[in-house]
C-alpha cells in the first residue's frame, strides 16, 4: 500500500517540477511522484533538500536559535510542515531538543511510527560554543540528537570573517560523529547516515556542519530512504551461558542497573525484573543513574548507589555483581579505595562496548540488547537455580534493604536544619509533589533534592529522566522539550520540570519558549537561595564544618525574585513558603493550561 506523504507549500522541486513524497508502508520504502506544475519554478536547494530529508524521517520540530549563516534553512524549515521551535540561547535550544529526545524514546517503544530524535539548528562559531554545555549533558544522557550549524562558505573562509571556527572540532569530544557537508551531492547521504548514527545504539548526538554555499546551491538529489534502526543484538551465547553460571555459583549476587536499561524500553526493564527474580538479587540503580531502570516499588528493588565513597563500596560489597547497562557507575571526585573489591566476580552487559569492563574487569561481559541479554539470562538462572537458595537470597535482599533504607532516608531531609525553621524540608517537599501528581512525568534537575526523589517517590520506568551530565543548566530546557513531546501524544502526561533554585538561573529565559507556544508546563523550584552542592563538596574535600567558611560566590544575596523573573517570561510565578502551601499550588497549576513555576522555599 502506498502512503501519501506530508504536503509542503515547496518540495521536492527542480526544473518546474513538484515531486510529492510517498510511502510503501508494507517495505517502507520511500518513493517520489512527480507532478508538472506551473505556478512554481523556485530553485531547489540544498536547505530544500536538508528539510525535505527531515520530513520524510519523521522530524516534526526543530530546536533553534538562528543567525545569517542559517537563513536558507531557516526559510527552508518556514515552508515545510516543520516546526522551527525558538529558542533565546543556543544551550536552550539544545537542552530542549535533548528533553524532547528523551521523552521521544519512550513514546517510540511503544510506537513504531515515533521517531525518537531531536534536532538542534546553532549560529556557526559562537553559537555552537554556546550549546555545548548541553550538548555534552546529551551524550551523557544518550540523546538521540542532529544539531547542526551554519558556516561561512568554503570559498570564503580563507579570509578569516568574523564568527569563523573550527565546527568539528568544537563538537568531536561530544559526538558519536562529526562531519560538515562540503557538496550538495553528498546531502542525501550524510544526513541519512547522522540519523541513523544518532538513533542506533548506543545512542547520541551527531553533528552536521552546513555552509552556507552548500544550503544555496541548486540539486536535484532526493532524500535517501533511511531504513530499519538495528538493535545491538542478542550477545554471544557462550558469554551469556558463562555469566549465567556465575550467577548460579554466587552467593549473594546485586544487580547493578544503569540507564542503558532504560533506553533500550520499558521491555528491557521487565527483562531486569526477571533475571533479579530468578536470581534472588538486590537490585541497585548505578551511581548517578537518572532513568528508571528497574521499578521503584519492587520488592528487591533498594535504592540508587549516592556518589558517596564509603555508602557507594558499602551497596557494591558483594561476592558477585553484575552491571547491566551502566556508565556512570563512579563518584564526582577522586575516591581513596576501590569501589568494587578486587576479588568481587563482575559480570558486564551492555549495548555499548566501551562501558564494558572499564573501571572494573570482566569475568563475564555480553556485548548485545540490554533487555534480549537480561532475559536470556533470567531464563537460563531460572532453569538452573533452586528455589531454596533463592528463598535464602531473598531473605538477605530483605535485611540489606531495611539497614539501607534507614541509612539513605536521611539523603536530602536537611534534619539539620533548625526545627523552628517554617520552610519545607526536601522530603516534605516531594512528598507533597508525589501526592498532588503521582502519574506525572518529570524532568529533574533538583540537584541536592534529587535523592529525596530517588528515596522517597516509588518511580515507574517511562515516568522520569534526569541531568545525568552533571552541568547545571540542562533540566528547565529539557523540561520544555519534554512538554513538546507529550503534546504530541493522543494522551499527554502531566510534566513536572524539578529544576533548582541554581539550575534554574542558568536558563530562565527557556521560559518564554514554553509561553510562546502555549505548553502545558508546571516547574516547581527546590529554592534554598544557594549552591548546596557547593557547600556539600567543600566538606567532603576540605573537611571542617558550614561555620568555618565564608561561603564565596554560593549564597544568592539578594535573592533573585524567580516568580516575578518567571512571569517576566510569559509564565505564570508563584511563591510558596510553607510546606502545607505546595500540594494544593501544585493541584492548581496542573489544572490551568500553560506555563507555571512554583518557587518553593526548603531549607538544607
Not at 563538537?171 to 557538496?183: A, G, I, N, P, W
Not at 555459583?249 to 542497573?257: M, S, W
Not at 539578594?558 to 513558603?577: C, F, K, M, Q, W
Amino acid at each position: 500500500m502506498i502512503e501519501f506523504g506530508r504536503a509542503r507549500t515547496k518540495t521536492h522541486r527542480s526544473a518546474g517540477i513538484r515531486y510529492h513524497s510517498c510511502r510503501d508502508t508494507s517495505s517502507g520504502v520511500n518513493y517520489f511522484t512527480a507532478a508538472h506544475d506551473r505556478t512554481i519554478m523556485t530553485d531547489y536547494t540544498g536547505a530544500d533538500l536538508f528539510v525535505d530529508a527531515l520530513a520524510e524521517y519523521g522530524v516534526t520540530h526543530v530546536f533553534g536559535n538562528p543567525g545569517t549563516t542559517e537563513l536558507p534553512v531557516v526559510h527552508a524549515i518556514a515552508e515545510s510542515e516543520i516546526e522551527y521551535v525558538l529558542g533565546l540561547h543556543e544551550d536552550i535550544a539544545v537542552g530542549m531538543a535533548g528533553g524532547y529526545a528523551q521523552t521521544r524514546r519512550y513514546h517510540a517503544h511503544h510506537d513504531d511510527s515515533v521517531l525518537p530524535l531531536g534536532v538542534a539548528n546553532l549560529h556557526t562559531t559562537p553559537g555552537l560554543a554556546h550549546g555545548l554545555g548541553n550538548l555534552y549533558a546529551a551524550k551523557i544522557a544518550g540523546a538521540p540528537l542532529l544539531v547542526t550549524a551554519g558556516n561561512h562558505s568554503t570559498d570564503f573562509r580563507h579570509e578569516e570573517p568574523i564568527l569563523s571556527g573550527d565546527l568539528l572540532r568544537l563538537t568531536r569530544q561530544f559526538c558519536k560523529q562529526s562531519h560538515e557537508v562540503l557538496d550538495v551531492s553528498a546531502v542525501p547521504t550524510m544526513v541519512r547516515r547522522a540519523v541513523r548514527t544518532a538513533l542506533t545504539p548506543p545512542t547520541g548526538p551527531v553533528f552536521l556542519g552546513l555552509p552556507l554555499d552548500t544550503m544555496m546551491a541548486e540539486t536535484d538529489a532526493r532524500p535517501e530512504r533511511l531504513g530499519p534502526i538495528p538493535t545491538a543484538g542478542g550477545g554471544d551465547a557462550a558469554a551469556i551461558e558463562r555469566a549465567a553460571d556465575l550467577l548460579v555459583g554466587a552467593d549473594a549476587p546485586v544487580l547493578v542497573v544503569g540507564d542503558h536499561v532504560a533506553r533500550a524500553g520499558a521491555d528491557a526493564v521487565a527483562a531486569a525484573v526477571d533475571l533479579a527474580e530468578a536470581a534472588g538479587t538486590r537490585v541497585h540503580g548505578e551511581i548517578l543513574s537518572c532513568e528508571v531502570d528497574f521499578p521503584m516499588d519492587h520488592d528487591q528493588w533498594v535504592s540508587p548507589i549516592p556518589p558517596d565513597e564509603d555508602l557507594a563500596r558499602t551497596l557494591l560489597d558483594a561476592d558477585t555483581v553484575v552491571f547491566a547497562g551502566c556508565s556512570t557507575n563512579t563518584t564526582l571526585t577522586r575516591h581513596e579505595h576501590a569501589l568494587v573489591s578486587d576479588d568481587t566476580t563482575c559480570i558486564h552487559l551492555s549495548d555499548a562496548v566501551r562501558e564494558i569492563g572499564k573501571n572494573q574487569p570482566a569475568d563475564a561481559a555480553v556485548i548485545g540488547d540490554p533487555g534480549v541479554v537480561l532475559g536470556e539470562l533470567a531464563a537460563r538462572v531460572r532453569d538452573r537455580l533452586d528455589e531454596e537458595t533463592r528463598e535464602d537470597r531473598l531473605e538477605a535482599v530483605a535485611s540489606v534493604k531495611e539497614m539501607v533504607e534507614a541509612q539513605m532516608a536521611s539523603m536530602g531531609a536537611g534534619e539539620e536544619a533548625d526545627d523552628d525553621d517554617p520552610r519545607a524540608s526536601k522530603d516534605e517537599l516531594v512528598d507533597a509533589l508525589q501526592e498532588a501528581a503521582p502519574e506525572a512525568f518529570v524532568v529533574d534537575e533538583g540537584v541536592t533534592a534529587k535523592y529525596a526523589m530517588l528515596t522517597r517517590w516509588p518511580l515507574q520506568p517511562e515516568q522520569y529522566i534526569s541531568n545525568k551530565g552533571g552541568g547545571l543548566g540542562y533540566g528547565l530546557p529539557a523540561s520544555v522539550g519534554a512538554a513538546f513531546a507529550e503534546s504530541q501524544r493522543d494522551d499527554p502526561r502531566d510534566v513536572l520540570g524539578f529544576v533548582g533554585d541554581g539550575s534554574y538561573l542558568y536558563y530562565p529565559h527557556s521560559l518564554y519558549t514554553a509561553a510562546r507556544h502555549d505548553l502545558d508546563l508546571t516547574v516547581v523550584i527546590p529554592d534554598n537561595r544557594n549552591y548546596r552542592i557547593l557547600k556539600d563538596n567543600t566538606l567532603d574535600l576540605l573537611g571542617g564544618e558550614e561555620a568555618d567558611y565564608d561561603w564565596v560566590g554560593m549564597e544568592f544575596e539578594p535573592p533573585v525574585d524567580i516568580p516575578t523573573n518567571a512571569e517576566s517570561h510569559g509564565a505564570r510565578g508563584e511563591l510558596i513558603e510553607l510546606p502545607d502551601e505546595i500540594t494544593p499550588a501544585v493541584e492548581a497549576a496542573l489544572d490551568r493550561d500553560g506555563p507555571d513555576v512554583l518557587d518553593v522555599l526548603v531549607h538544607d
